[in-house]
């Protein structure tokens, strides 16, 4: 399989994804579980299917662009609103970012490492290692990148991001993940509680790190990415409960921006294993 990941990583973004866009249709065609979770999950954000259903093929996309992302080149990737950005890292408290299923969340953590690492050091991201060992490989492989840190989802990798903010660092989670038990609380999202994790609120709350909002956006025709930075409408509640509500708000308005390129198709609202 990796020798099979480092051939496609040579094929231009634009048949990647057009071959994961044929994916994508595939694997909602064929499996009714899989699309009975995605019109659920679509009918509970309150959507019509014509206004989504670009998300199919996206959720391919996704797939597509991975040996690129991973293995290729480099690909071309635009900013938007990234003045805040260089405001976050000059307050000197670290820096949290936030971004869901939405869009390539992968280009996100690169994008970042390669132009802020030098200036304001390492990007550390939370990383849930792959079931399969070689696909775990792959993407640690993959990951260990200049400027690029991972942290495991557990007690070790929470202190390792504790570390890296009060060294005025940055680092990045996706808080529309379903975490762990024991490592999450229940919380609206879409009008549906849903078990979300605490990490983000808590590390803000702990460090006074700036939280930004962002989400890459997948250009039509292969022609690359676009990122889109957001800062919060209000700041965290010192309540937990309270800001990690305040999380999936954010997060809500993130997806509404491009509700097409959500990831419809992932079980938000299941509840959590015991391990990581």
Same mark, same amino acid.
């Given at each position: 399989m990796?020798? %099979?990941?480092?051939?496609l990583?040579?094929?231009?973004?634009?048949l990647?994804h057009?071959?994961?866009w044929? +994916?994508?249709?595939?694997?909602f065609l +064929?499996?009714p579980r899989y699309?009975?979770?995605f019109?659920e999950?679509?009918?509970?954000?309150?959507y019509?299917?014509?206004?989504?259903?670009?998300?199919?093929g996206?959720a391919?996309?996704?797939?597509?662009?991975?040996?690129? %992302?991973?293995?290729?080149?480099p690909?071309?990737?635009e900013?938007?609103?990234?003045?805040c950005?260089d405001r976050a890292?000059a307050?000197?408290?670290?820096v949290?970012?936030l971004?869901?299923? +939405?869009?390539?969340?992968?280009i996100?953590?690169q @994008?970042l490492?390669?132009?802020?690492?030098e200036?304001?050091g390492p990007l550390t991201?939370?990383y849930?290692?792959a079931?399969?060992?070689?696909l775990a490989k792959?993407?640690l492989?993959?990951r260990?990148?200049?400027?690029?840190?991972t942290a495991p989802?557990?007690l070790?990798g929470?202190?390792?991001?504790?570390?890296s903010l009060?060294s005025?660092h940055?680092v990045? *989670?996706?808080p529309?993940?379903?975490?762990?038990?024991?490592?999450?609380?229940w919380?609206?999202?879409?009008?549906?509680?849903?078990?979300?994790?605490?990490?983000?609120a808590? $590390?803000a709350q702990?460090t006074?790190?700036?939280? *930004?909002? $962002?989400?890459?956006e997948?250009l039509?025709?292969?022609?690359?990415f676009?990122?889109h930075?957001?800062e919060?409408?209000?700041?965290l509640?010192d309540?937990l409960?309270?800001?990690? @509500?305040?999380v999936?708000?954010?997060m809500?308005r993130?997806i509404?921006e491009?509700?097409s390129q959500y990831?419809?198709?992932?079980?938000?609202?299941?509840?959590p294993?015991?391990d990581a």
């Open positions: 990796i020798q %099979l990941f480092s051939l990583s040579r094929l231009p973004l634009w990647l057009g071959m994961g044929i +994916l994508g249709w595939l694997s +064929l499996s699309r009975q979770k019109r999950n679509v009918a509970q954000a309150g019509r299917w014509a206004s989504v259903r670009g998300a199919v996206a391919g996309r996704m797939v597509g662009e991975l040996p690129r %992302l991973w293995l290729g080149a690909t071309h990737c900013w938007e609103n990234d003045a950005v890292y307050a000197g408290r670290g949290i970012f971004t869901p299923h +939405l869009g390539c969340f992968e996100s953590a @994008a490492a390669l132009r802020y690492s200036r304001y991201v939370l849930r290692p079931r399969q060992p070689w792959l993407m492989a993959a260990d990148r200049p400027g690029l840190k989802t557990s070790a929470v202190r390792q991001m504790m570390r009060r005025g940055a990045g *989670l996706l529309d993940q379903v975490p762990p038990d024991g490592m999450g609380t919380a609206p999202f879409f009008g549906r509680d849903a078990y979300t994790m605490t990490l983000s808590r $590390l702990q006074g790190a700036t939280v *930004l909002l $962002l989400w890459g997948r039509p025709w292969g022609r690359g676009r990122l930075f957001r919060l409408l209000q700041p509640a309540d409960a309270q800001a990690v @509500a305040q999936n708000q954010e809500e993130l509404r491009c509700p990831l419809w198709g992932y079980a938000r609202y299941k509840h294993k015991g």
